[in-house]
Nanobody
Framework: QVQLVESGGGLVQPGGSLRLSCAAS????????MSWYRQAPGKERELVAT????????DYADSVTGRFTISRDTAKNTLYLQMNSLKFEDTAVYFC????????WGQGTQVTVSS
């Protein structure tokens, strides 16, 4: 069964860091370009970061460039998002999925940046 399970979110102060994880099952994560997305209250889901299938190329939304890093562990079939220098506007539910031909969305993990 194909499944994506996000974890690692939480409440953090501005300037803090979090690392999100996305455990994939039922398919090989490294065979696909994989992305992190986020959806803030009242807004549409947006693309945050992408890593290509080779793992050698990454791409980021302008709003997170220099602060977020996407990576993966092929042995664990897990995708990560290291988030540093968090800002209020990073508050959202974060999801992982294939960059193309989306799978069913997981439950996401809530990230709240608040003082």
């Amino acid at each position: 069964q194909v499944q994506l399970v996000e974890s690692g979110g939480g409440l953090v102060q501005p300037g803090g860091s979090l690392r999100l994880s996305c455990a994939a099952s039922g398919f090989t994560l490294s065979s696909h370009a994989m992305s992190w997305y986020r959806q803030a209250p009242g807004k549409e889901r947006e693309l945050v970061a992408t890593i290509n299938s080779s793992g050698f190329a990454t791409d980021y939304a302008d709003s997170v460039t220099g602060r977020f890093t996407i990576s993966r562990d092929t042995a664990k079939n897990t995708l990560y998002l290291q988030m540093n220098s968090l800002k209020f506007e990073d508050t959202a539910v974060y999801f992982c999925n294939r960059r193309y031909l989306h799978l069913g969305w997981g439950q996401g993990t809530q990230v709240t940046v608040s003082s």
